[in-house]
């Protein structure tokens, strides 16, 4: 059977992205905050899908010892086969309203920890020769919004690492697929308190059957949910 790990599993994309390939017979390493949500989780797949699920409590907006991720890994599976790098925390605001505390967080959350874990990994994978890296980045990376700068600085600078390290194993067997959801139906847009709606949201569940779509064709691609995030992309260098 093959082998995932996904940070930021306990809710929203991780979450769907853990269902899906589960389905598909993955056994599964899951990251997240919070224990109790983690567990419901992974003894639900287990009984539901006959595979191995495991969690690993590990709170990432902020510096940890990522080799215990790694470590734990290898005591209980033997080959890993995706690494999706999902966990992400938005900011909406002013710009003189953002703390220190909150710039940590964010670039621990949603950069950092990516590159740490990826990190971590990839000598493993070159090891065994294979191995695709999932990256949920968004499409603020191509068209930033006023008043997100926080958040759009980190996924600009998530898409360009991921981009660089692309090149970097072009020849291994190491794929890396980016992924480009727009706004999405989950706790991290529920628990911003915007002055405005979005008029479409994606839903988690479309995201997670594109992300294993890409999965199983085994290539370095840019994924993007919907004609329209194809559209700001391609757009974008107008704006």
Request: charged content about 25%; some cysteine.
């Amino acid at each position: 059977m093959k082998t995932a790990i996904i940070t930021g599993a306990s809710s929203g994309i991780g979450k769907a992205i853990a269902y899906e390939l589960a389905k598909e017979k993955y056994n599964l390493l899951l990251i997240a905050r919070r224990e109790n949500l983690l567990s419901e989780i992974c003894n639900e797949l287990s009984k539901n899908y006959k595979i191995k699920a495991h969690y690993v409590v590990m709170d990432l907006s902020k510096n940890n010892d990522f080799s215990f991720i790694k470590n734990y890994f290898l005591e209980n599976f033997d080959s890993i086969d995706v690494l999706v790098n999902n966990v992400g925390i938005g900011y909406y605001g002013e710009i003189e309203k953002i703390s220190v505390e909150d710039i940590e967080k964010i670039f621990w959350t949603n950069l950092f920890s990516h590159i740490l874990i990826t990190k971590e990994f990839v000598p493993i994978m070159k090891e065994q020769g294979y191995g695709i890296i999932v990256n949920i980045i968004s499409l603020i990376a191509f068209y930033p919004l006023k008043k997100w700068s926080l958040y759009s600085a980190t996924k600009s600078a998530q898409m360009g690492f991921f981009k660089s390290l692309r090149k970097e194993l072009f020849r291994s067997k190491i794929k890396i697929i980016n992924v480009y959801p727009g706004a999405t139906e989950t706790e991290f847009f529920k628990n911003l308190e915007l002055p405005y709606k979005f008029p479409k949201l994606d839903n988690p569940e479309k995201v997670a059957k594109k992300v294993v779509k890409a999965i199983k064709k085994n290539k370095n691609k840019e994924v993007f949910i919907s004609l329209w995030g194809w559209l700001v992309q391609k757009l974008s260098v107008w704006f």
